[in-house]
């Protein structure tokens, strides 16, 4: 499953061969989503513009996709709340969404449809989002601060910003939940948070402007895009050391990886495909034509 920015679609493509499945509209300018742990549905966020740097105020609506008829089925209105970006579903089944205007993190109730909280973040542009297990506490990354903020869920309010540099995007916690590790495109580095003190501990340098991050299913890797190289980097968990790294295509971003860890997927979207690349030697195994700037993934069960 991959979403389509520039088609205002989802795109369903066979894993093994590449051919698309099918194509559904998804809302003005989709940009991520989050599943329910059935894979019956995916909320997909309507950012409504093409670029984070636009000052147009975009779209307020979340897209319900039924994954099992692969149709679009409704929408989700947030009001005030516009741009909405990154998505997280906690286990709860409650949405954890971030908004560029105003700069705020919004909890959304999939089942009444409607904002059931929004708390200011009291930074610019907040971009990819991080919720604990037990949703005591949320990370978002500011592009337009340079900053990773700490949300406290109970009290509902940011208690923290942690200042990483650069254009922070992409998140994603390390398996024990003990680090949080931040991309900052203009940095250039993967920024490593203690979540324990809400501290920067360390960075990692990665040139090339990364902007996502994804840990591998065993734990031992993270995967890093870098959009404006076109590579991919593996980063051992161990050492913080880039172990490998590789050529993807233009404009890489989104990322995936399929339930028994055997194959990951990035997003080359100005090349509009997603290249599959093998997860023992990081080595391309196939490129799937999309639609329109291809951008983040989601491997379905059969």
Known sequence: ???????????????ETGKSIKVIPAGKKPHEFALTPDLGLAYVTNYGVDLYTETSPGENTLTIIDLARREMIGQIELGRHRRPHGIHRGASGRLYVTCDFPPSFVVVDPE????????EVGQELPHMLAVTERETKAYVANSGS??????????????????VDGVPMGLEFSRDGQRLYATTRTDNALAVIDTGKDELVSKIRIPGQPVRVLLTPDGKHLLVSLTEAGDLAVVSTATHQVVQRFH????????G????????YVSAQADNKVVKFSLSDWKPVLEIRTAARPDPIAVLRR
């Open 146 to 163: 340079g900053t990773v903020s700490v949300i406290d869920l109970g009290a509902g309010k940011a208690v923290k910003h942690i200042r």
């Open 112 to 119: 009444a449809k409607k904002v059931v909280r929004s708390i």
């Open 1 to 15: 499953m991959v979403a389509h920015k520039w088609a205002d679609s989802i795109g369903f493509y066979d894993a």
């Open 248 to 255: 993807a295509g233009a404009r890489v971003e989104g990322m």
């Open 257 to 264: 990886v399929d339930r028994s860890g055997r194959f990951g």
